[in-house]
């Protein structure tokens, strides 16, 4: 197609390309026999040359405007007969408002003018059409004749630009024909992305559809049910000895691998020792629970046990709970909230077939004390009464002779046998124990407040007769959930009904509504600062495509079975994260399009690539591996959360620099185009609303535009102003709060190791009665004291026979691997038997063990063998060798003989049933010994503070090493354990946590260092992480936290979050074209200040609305996020930047020396413009570390081009701009490799 503008100038296309400039006047026809090639050099033949006066229509053709004047081409020139019409007729839309209407042929075209349309060029000489015209035959146009047009010679010699070549083509009075395009290989990635988005979109959604199908049909869905499950440490020495106990103990039993009695014996033992114990299948127990029925003559059906429901009452005014409003609110609340439940007659225990027993309540209590028919019926004299007896027989509960057996139910009187100093009346019906024991708290009537004159009663329990469990769902939910749990006199304060688990799983669903707010307004941010909804939904579904496909690697690809309900915290994290991409991406493209207005859609993509996708990489990489560093981890959940969201951020990474920038790509030719063409006004254009909505349109558009103008004004002149000007200030303030928060979390009150068992594990917020009955109440009521072992001596259990080794699969905690035997295993030898018996001896000795009253025959079964042979008459028939004629140590087939009639015996005589945990010999199917296990007391008492238990674990351990050192070599093989769950999570807390955060920091250095390639700048990168998290965690101390499971994930995840930051401000810092500090601050400050600001802001938002979940890992999730992003965000903007404006480098100043490229290859080399020969100077542009927007070869950014050939530049603003050429910064030594000066590099040509 050929085209003149209006001093004749020809112009001519080939397949779709920007048209190059030609003198009209002295290009003549190309025919088939011409040469046209012969006179072109070969660069330039697929150079872009656009006029700045010309218009450009959809489908890349230029605008009628410039090319053609008022007249047509027939008139203007003669028409050759080697080419064909091109009939390229239809309107184009552009931002002006004229409109200029041209001929062709017969056809008029309307398009309006705009100040974008080219301007007309005549750089080619008169001989190019000549010499090119075999090269270019291919490109001549071919219709059909038609009426309707006057059939012109129009050859096309060059392409459009690829930002035009998909635009709808608009057709009026005829059809129109797009030249066919041969398909050409991208060069550069930048290439790919520009000129295929719907490919790579269309892949991308490919991938995505079929790791979702796959994910989600392939593997089992995930079970929340048990959110501690996978909280236990694997691969530690105590966690591999507790497997194998409990791996032990499960395999020990009738028809198991091990027995505590020969197998033959064990048979007929099997029947009449079986446990009675509730079953747990539903059918069973709904069938016990409607059988029970209590004919007793007592006043309550049975003694109040922790298998029962309860709850814990509080005063609502912070009066004493002794009184008698407080004791008649807690029955009042009990029967309309409790016991009024439609549901509470199916699951009560019975005293008839009518009525429910009666729960054990203080109300109550009194009642039966006082003689009177219910708690409602007492009287103050009542409750005084009561008060009295309770302080003269408190003295007796606290010396521990008055005891829960001191009443004998049957007789209905004091047990004449038992508690002989106690007096009748305190023990009547127990009530006084039991209430003491089970119903308040432990500092009532304590001996530091029992001469009190009433003594203070803050908190008071409740047994429902109902077993506690999943039969209690319903009615929490009917009557408690909603419910303020107050009725103005008392307060329910905590809850145990044993449904915490199972509730947790409903909320955990539940609460998903405030991450779907989060991201709702998130969404709205991105929104408003983005100025598009497409590109808006499109990022949001790439961060959710993210977490799908994740799975899919998670769970197909790695092959990970346990899915950890953390995992789910990770969407708000990606959200964030994803954020912040979105924002430094469109960031610095709209900087290019401003810095570059007439640069190709390639080279903007190029450049917007060069610095956003370096940006995002580190900031990518170095959190994915602040998750990944959580591998290092023994706890199985841990391990699995740091997978999968180290796994979910790469992935999201990717599809950033794929799926994103194709989508900019296309709002870019499209959407942007389209509204503004419906924005623009012109001559039959239809208004699109019309009155108040057009008027609020209008507001709108004028707020974002000033919030728009007020943002540059402020990041690009207020911050750098405040930051550069206080500089010393905020050093020193950053430097204290860094120093202050250092002190809090190392030296006091620092960080504290969990205070609640594993059982106890915290799920929702503190202030939820389920956790405040876990979290206080266990520990001020002295039944529940007594259960957890708080008043118990620490045992030392040793096991002989069994390899201490954890073989299952250390990331499914289902999988716990089988037990595995000690084939060295010996104690039926002389030797071993002897050792045996003084190893008991001399632990008999130390310190740590605890004298016992009584000696248990289990505990150390050869003295019991030894004792009880000594015993045995050989007279009697059939005793020989099981008798006191065999010597000890006992001949290896006697020993093997006779233990099993011993334990026989012993077993028969004492009574005493032997399950799976009692210490003894374990045997095998054919009656060997196996395995054995002796338990001793210690004098430790068991506490969760972890240096008591560590001093404990290290003292045992430490003197068994030793012992075992002599032993024989079948004895060799032993080891301890003990009730050490509790201290193994707290010792792979505190280690796995500051190894998982080393390595982060370790990490990140190098990746920044790469990066960056500075070390100065990575150092104060490091520096601001560092004081990230110091104030961070120190914030967290003085809230109350400490250092549990989800505590330690989000701590050593601070590394990650926190560089990010600091790093898009370095990047940007390295990547500044001035020389000196203050211009590169401010610099870095103008172009990433605004995208970091609204990444901060959008984590900061995605945190707050978290905070009202119910669920503890979300709230703790919202909190840590809202922290981390600003003290993260002061520190980068604040104390890094002062740093660099202090101390940064400049030039080669730490930077780290690279081998010399090749001169074709050096992509790593900064770029300046160097001034066109007859022109002014150009202010310099350099670029760097570009590792996506090239190719194999410097054509990727430029193409290389011989000084000596004719130089054609392009128009920028209006002029020529100059060539550009790598070269050195100014006042720097351009280094040991500068390139050629022969060679000159164009930063803006066309990838083609």
Known sequence: MAMSNGNGDFMVQSNGSVPSNANGNSIPAACDGDQLPQHLPTKETSRTKVSQGSGLLPFGMAKPTALFPDSTINNQRPVPQCCHHCPYHHPLCCHGNQADCHSLGNTTVTSPL???????????PTSVCQSNAHSHAAGCCHQPTSPLIDHSPLCLHHRWPNHFQHQPLQQQHIPTIRPPRPFRFPRSYAALIADWPVVVLGFCTVLIVICALVGILVPDLPDFS???????????AIGQRLITWNNMVKNTGYQATLANYPFKYAEEQAKSHREDRWSDDPYERDKRQAEWNFHKDSFFCDVPSDRYSRVVFSSADGENMWRIQSIKSMCNIDNTRIRSHFQFGDLCQRTSAASCCPSWTLGNYIAILNNRSSCLKITERDVAHTLKLLRSCVKYYHNGTL??????VATRRKDQLKCTSVPRKCTKFNAVYQILHYLVDKDFLSPQTLDYVIPALKYSMLFIPTERGKSMMDIYLDNFENWNCSDGVTTIAGIEFGIKHNLFQDYLLMDTSYPAIAIAIVLLIMCVYTRSMFITLMTMFAIISSLIISYFLYRIVFGFKFFPFMNLTALIILVGIGADDAFVLCDVWNHT??????????????ITLNHAALSMFVTSFTTAAAFYANYVSNITAIRCFGVYAGTA????????????????????????????????SGPGRRAYGQGWLMWLAGRLQQLLTAASDASRIFFEKVLPCIVIKFRYIWLCWFL????????????????????????????FRSSHPFERYDAEFRRLFVFERVHHGEELHMPITLVWGVEPLDAGDPLDPHNKGPLQLDPSFDVASPSSQLWLLRFCQRLRNQTFYRQMEEQDFTSCFVETFRQWMENQDCEEPGSYPCCSQSPFPYRQEVFEQCIKRAIMELERSTGYHLDSKTPGPRFDANDTIRAMVLEFQSTYLFTLAYEKMSRFYREVDAWVVRELEGAPAGLRGGWFVSGLEFFDLQDSLSGGTLVAMGLSVAVAFAVMLLTTRNLVISLYAIASIAGTIFVTVGSLVLLGWELNVLESVTISVAVGLAVDFAVHYGVAYRLAPEPDRESRVVFSLSRMGSAIAMAALTSFVAGAMMMPSTVLAYTQLGTFMMLIMCISWGFATFFFQCLCRCMGPQGTCGQLPLPCP?????HGARWEAKPAPGGGGARAERYELEPLAVGKGRRALGEVEETGATTNSRLYNGTRAPAYQPAAPAGTDPGPCPLPESVTVRVHANPH
């Open 403 to 408: 005891g829960p057996d001191c009443w004998d």
């Open 736 to 763: 204290a709060l860094t120093l202050g928060g250092a002190y809090i979390v190392c030296v006091d009150p620092k960080m504290k190791l969990p205070s609640l068992e594993l059982a106890e594990f915290q799920v």
């Open 1158 to 1162: 090749a001169p074709a290859h050096g």
């Open 593 to 606: 399009k401003f810095d570059k207005p007439e640069a190709e859609l390639v080279e903007t993509m190029g």
């Open 649 to 680: 951020i790469l992935v999201n990474y990717v599809l950033m620099v794929t799926w994103l920038p194709a989508v900019v790509v296309l709002h870019e030719r499209y959407l942007l185009h389209l509204f503004r063409c419906r924005e623009g």
């Open 114 to 124: 705009t100040h974008s349309c080219l301007q007309p060029r005549s750089d080619y």
């Open 226 to 236: 048990d959110p501690l499950l996978g909280f236990e440490p694997r691969g530690t």
